[in-house]
């Protein structure tokens, strides 16, 4: 095996480098896999353009990236997980328990849990953006027969969407509106249809992110300036993914009396505005969703066979070695949706 590969590796905040970085050693439960393509997720651009994700910030130099498929080019010594030859996806967290309590069948939640490619602890847990990456066996998803490497690539961020919808409860028959529909939320909106939603309400300040919401299965949408037309959607369910307050206020006045709110994007930390006596005055259900357990495998089967119809969130695909107009396309979410590397 290869000592060192072709890697995207966030220096600060600006500094955003492919250069070759070394392949470590595997321990008897990893596996080598060869990496076919990434998709450059929102905290990827933060620790680009920020140095830091929320409160997890650079300290030294990190390899980026968690949403990845590839070929296990080299098997765990000890026999855990698939074989090599096998194409797989990679759920990209390590639950860790510890002394908070949590449910236990929660593993999302507890304390001590990483992700690839976070600066959350230090040392930092380095990322898979990286043509050859050594990862946990038991973080390898064979992938079906059917399902090709570009469609699979969503299939870490659809798991997210797919977390979200299940905290909404049962959504049959019901309107459900989505705030925000950056690549998240438009595959939001594609599980909602899948979920058997009877009507999807989307909005998000730009045409092209509407455009893809609609492609996947919005049944209408809505410009995130008009407040007026947000406020009279009525709906059963609402899940706001755009992480900011304005989209949370939106996601409050579209709910009907006695909905739920699912909040999906990330808040920045501190204090946020919202209008909490509508909360109260229409007894509405605000409940949090943070990354995904066991859905990833649910995700894979269905795009698989189909049933799941999200390729359209999918915008653009640049060579790694253009990884830098890669980030920059992404950043621009007026014009793009999920833009993936390819190694």
Same mark, same amino acid.
């Given at each position: ?151 699979? #690539? ?9 977390? #979200? ?31 058997? #939603? ?146």
């Amino acid at each position: 095996m290869t000592e060192t590969t072709l890697g995207v590796v966030a220096h600060a905040a600006d500094d955003l480098r492919v250069e070759q970085v070394p392949v470590r050693r595997p321990a008897a439960d990893e596996a080598v896999v060869e990496i076919a393509f990434g998709g450059i997720c929102g905290s990827d651009l933060h620790y680009w353009t920020h140095g830091a994700a929320g409160e997890s910030i650079l300290k030294a130099p990190m390899l980026l990236g968690h949403e990845v498929v590839g070929t296990v080019a080299a098997a765990a010594a000890d026999g855990s997980g698939p074989a090599a030859g096998t194409r797989v996806a990679v759920h990209p967290a390590t639950p860790k328990s510890g002394t908070v309590r949590h449910p236990e069948d929660r593993p999302n939640l507890s304390p001590g849990c990483t992700y690839l490619g976070s600066a959350a602890q230090f040392p930092h847990t380095e990322g898979a953006f990286a043509k050859y990456s050594v990862l946990p066996s038991r973080m390898l998803r064979p992938l079906p027969d059917t399902l090709d490497f570009r469609t699979a #690539a969503i299939a870490e961020p659809a798991a997210v969407a797919w977390h #979200a919808v299940a905290r909404a409860g049962d959504v049959t028959g019901k309107k459900a509106l989505v705030v925000g529909c950056g690549p998240i939320g438009a595959l939001v909106v594609a599980v909602l249809a899948r979920a058997g #939603a009877a009507e999807i309400v989307a909005v998000d300040l730009h045409e092209t992110p509407r455009e893809i919401a609609r492609s996947v299965g919005a049944t209408r949408t809505l410009d995130a300036s008009d407040s007026e037309s947000i406020a009279c959607v009525d709906a059963d369910v609402v899940i706001e993914c755009s992480g900011n307050r304005f989209g949370l206020e939106s996601a409050i006045r579209g709910a009907t009396r006695g909905g739920r709110v699912v909040m999906l994007g990330l808040l920045p930390t501190g204090m946020q505005p919202a209008p909490l006596s509508l909360v109260i005055t229409r007894e509405l259900e605000l409940v949090g969703s943070f990354r995904f357990n066991s859905e990833i495998d649910d995700v894979l089967e269905a795009l698989a066979d189909g049933s799941l119809d999200a390729g359209a969130v999918v915008t653009h695909t640049f060579g790694v070695d253009d990884a830098l107009e890669a980030f920059a396309v992404a950043k621009d979410s007026a014009h793009s949706g999920k833009v993936l590397l390819e190694f």
